[in-house]
């Protein structure tokens, strides 16, 4: 949680990407020295991103978010959905590839039905269960 939330103190400045890619350089150097260091390399507002890191709004942003992520089935880091099929984890190419390759047979079947194109995505995500909530108050997230 506690690189979330540098990474949500981050977005009140308009710097979530900048402080992503820092924490995903080096996962295994996470730790409040790395956050607070790659937030001044960043050009943060050290106080105010201090101030939001502690903050009951950024705590509340992040746990929305994480029980969002809960529900549509998110359990990991990275994780993917492909016409609702999660992939979760670091996958090679050909792990998207395989998944790709079945939902476009899958989509050519429903157009064969005489489903018309423009409702073939809608077709496909009505027995899906990971409808995503919309984004919390305050702004789209990154990704949302």
Request: hydrophobic share 40%; charged share 25%; glycine share 10%.
């Amino acid at each position: 949680m506690p690189a979330a939330l540098a990474a949500e103190a981050a977005h009140r400045q308009g710097k979530f990407w900048e402080m992503h890619d820092k924490l995903f350089s080096d996962p295994k150097a996470l730790n409040p020295e790395a956050y607070e260091r790659y937030a001044q390399e960043i050009g943060l507002n050290i106080a105010r991103w201090k101030a939001d890191m502690a903050s009951d709004s950024v705590k509340k942003a992040v746990e929305a978010e994480s029980q969002m992520g809960t529900r549509i089935g998110a359990r990991g880091t990275p994780a993917f959905f492909i016409n609702g099929k999660s992939l979760s984890g670091a996958q090679p190419f050909e792990s998207f590839k395989a998944v790709i390759d079945q939902e476009i047979q899958n989509a050519d079947t429903i157009m064969k039905k005489g489903v018309p194109l423009g409702r073939v995505y809608d077709e496909i995500l009505k027995d899906a269960a990971t409808a995503a909530a919309p984004p919390p108050a305050g702004g789209a997230r990154p990704g949302g």
